[in-house]
Structures are given as C-alpha cells and as structure tokens.
C-alpha cells in the first residue's frame, strides 16, 4: 500500500522483491527498524525506473525515527515539533508534521490539487497491519532429498555429517553447496558443469555456533548474516580487548554483499571458494584462524588459515575431505585487527584490493614493541597472500614513525605487482598496498593513544584516515504545483496496474 501510494511501482518488475526484502525485515525484527538498516536491506535490489527516492519514501515509514505509530509524535500547545529521538520540543523535523493540512486531512477534505510533497506518507496507515508468516511452512519437517535433474545431475540434500561424508566417498568430485551464490554462476553463466551437488544447509554439525574461553568455533555452513550477529554479540558481551577481530570483520562483512546475499551465502563456501579477492580470508589469515577439516572416515585434522591457501582457487583439502568449521581467537590485549577494502563503489562490489592486518603490542624499557603481526592482501596475486618479509621487519621494533618509514620500504619490495598483472590499475594497487599500511598505522597508534601512555600521536589532520566510513541516511523530496486542467492528466494519480504490481500479480 505505502509503494503504491508512493508512486514507487512503475514497470512493475522489479516491484515483488523490494516488497519481500521489506517484509523480510519487519517480519525479523524485534523492535521498529532504523532508516539506515530500511536502506541496507535495500541494498541488493535494483530498480531502473524510479532513481529509488519514491522507494525509500514508502518504506521509511516504518523506521522508528520517521513513524508516528512508534514515536507519537505530537505537537506541543505551541505548536513547537517533539523530536522522534529525545521525546521533547526541538526544530530538528519536518513541519509537515505539525501542519494543520496534513496528509490526513488533506486525504478526507479531497483537496488533492494543492502544492503538496509526495515524500509524505502516514505511517499510522499500517497499525493494524500484521505479516503473517506462512504457518504450514514452520510446521513443515527437513527430510533427507535425492533429486535427479538434466544430464545426468544429481542433487542430494543430507541432514546428518555422516551422510554427507559418505556422499563425498561414494562421489569424491561432488560440489557441496550452501547458498548456491558461487556455483550457481559457474554453472549457469561460466558453463561449468557439475555432475553431483551435495546441499548442507541442514546439517546441523556444520551450522554449529559455539562461544568458547578461547574464542569462536564457526561451523562451515554458518550463513554470513548468522556470522554477522554473533560477531555483534560478541562485543557486546566479551572484555572490549578480545573482540578488535570480531570488529574488523563485522565492518566488512557489511560491504560484503546485500542482505540477501549473506543470508545464503555461507563462511565455508567462501573460504573454499578461495577467490583473490576474497574480503574476508585476509581477515581469517591476520586474525591466526584455524580451519578444522574432516575426511570421509571421519578424522580430523587442522590447519592455519595462513596454510590453506595454495594457489588459484586453489586449498588445502583432498577429495575426501570438508571443511567443518572455523576457529577465531579472542585477541589480547593490545592486539590490534583491522580491515581494509578498496573497490569502485562501496556497497556490493568486489575489491580492487584488500587486506587484513594485525599487531600485537608489549610495552619493553618504556618503549612499544612488536611481539607478533600479520599482514595479508588481497587483489595482488592468485591468492590471499601474507607479506612475510615485512611481518619480520615489524618484530621487535618500536612502534613508532622510524618503524613506519622501514616497513613501507620493505612492503614495497615484498608485495611485487608485474606490469601486465591481472586487472590492470597496477599503479592505483601498489598505492593501495602502501596506503593501507599507512592507515593501518595511524589507526594503532590512535587505539593506543587512548588505552595508554603512548607518544606518538595521531596528528590532528589525519584523524580522518582512522575514522569509519559512515554514510547519512537518504534524504529527497519532489514538491511542485498541480494545475487541474479538468482530467487526471498533470495530476500525480496511482497509476492502477501498481496496485496489482505490489502484490506481485503482475509485472513488466
């Protein structure tokens, strides 16, 4: 109702998924979504008729600072506006919320031709509403499937790890498949043919989440989104020293892809997937993670995260075996983990470089040493790589400026990019490599400055080197005239096939 009356449903195709993603979101959420989580559920549709103003207008009507079903905002004998936020009088809003001629009584005295903005949307329209989830689809029970497609294809979905370990014996080449985000492309639009997929999405040795004394235990087919709350709850729950790993992977997780996405995509299948330009296995590399690994008789084995990593796609795991699940280290205290990205724009796009970066500081003589690092990139080579001649030249040195100038001479030689490397941009890449060592520096140095006694400060003119990238949220309105000729034509009417478009009965 609000997309319709928002004019936020044109062609119509696109219409049916930015209603389910906003249903998705107010059907998970406990408490009134915020303006800036509307936007990211939004993030993984696209529309190539509105320009998105209309779209966002509708939904934000929900969020808890923008909906009077939420924050009865009223006006005060004075007429002053009651801030959404703080519950008292202040000039922060919109005076349409206080205008005699609102959109409720412009709505019953039929007045639809005066100067109005049709970003104004009542949300007590909606206080009866309620989102029902499909009953039969809660009650409905996971059953063991063997489907058998085009080709020759066979699908299998397992609900217990020994199944899935016999598959892999009986099929050593077979695909196990969570959210379907990888191999999906590589089959349909690569070619790439697969004669055996093995869905794990059910078992519930692989879906395991378990908090321990020395850190996280992660199982394979955990989805993004599950990783992303736990991280979160984590450091609110744990001593703010051993959650920076968690941090850092919570701010790029949130780049990472749409919402949609990381509700599939799994922690495994990006891991196996190995891709060069994997945001997150730099991160697993820096953070010292352990990967467990399963073999088709059931013994396991474990490695570093540093030593999966082979080549091109490439990893550390025989026909016969899986990846089970991850470990993550709580950090110590003054252990440092950060991530970094570069990518042409920053929702939903691969890197054109990335990294991981850790730092572990002891205090030695009055001085802040290096005990242990790790530097990770990638985008700079067929895999994940570690600058181990540059984490060598960091231990035991002084964290200081003179650590700083050596270590970019040394990473400039350690992490090479060839002229006609892949991808191209090989100038912008080497500047990349260098600057985030840069920030990563900066950003240490401004932790610590404020957990201790450190001397070097971060100069006033680069604190914006170490502050997060935070974006507003969207703010547009569309306010112009209406002159009644006598017909609909020139006024802003709802057009009557959206009607049926919001409802998904219709589309382009």
Known sequence: ESLAQSHGSQCGFCTPGFIMSMYALLRSSQTPPTEEQIEESLAGNLCRCTGYRPIIDAFQVFAKTNDMLYTNVS??????????????????????VCKEDSFEQKRNNGNLYEPISYSEIDGRLYTNKEFIFPPELLLRKSTNLNLNGFGGLKWYRPLQLQHVLDLKARYPDAKLVVGNTEIGIEMRLKGIQYQVLVCVTHVPELNKLSVK?????IGAAVRLSELLNIFGKATKERAAHETSSCKAFIEQIKWFAGTQIKNVASVGGNICTASPISDLNPLWMAAGAKFQIIDCKGKIR?????????GYRKVDLASNEILLSVFLPWTRPFEFVKEFKQAHRRD????IVNAGMRVCLEEKNGKWVVSDASIVYGGVAPRSLSAEKTKKFLIEKPWNHEMLQGALKVLEEDILLKEDAPG??????????????FKFFLWVSHQMEVKSTFLESVPLSYLSAVKPFHRPSFIGSQNYDIIKQGTAVGSPEIHLSSRLQVLGSIGK
């Open 348 to 351: 939903d796009d691969i890197a």
């Open 302 to 310: 474990t490695t570093a995260a540093e030593d999966f990593f082979l």
């Open 213 to 217: 004394d020395d850190g996280l235990e």
């Open 424 to 437: 191209g941009m090989v100038e912008f890449r080497r500047s990349l490599i260098l600057s985030f060592f």
């Open 75 to 96: 006006c005060t004998p004075r007429n002053e506006f009651v801030c959404p936020s703080t519950g008292k009088p202040c000039s922060c809003g919109s005076e349409s």
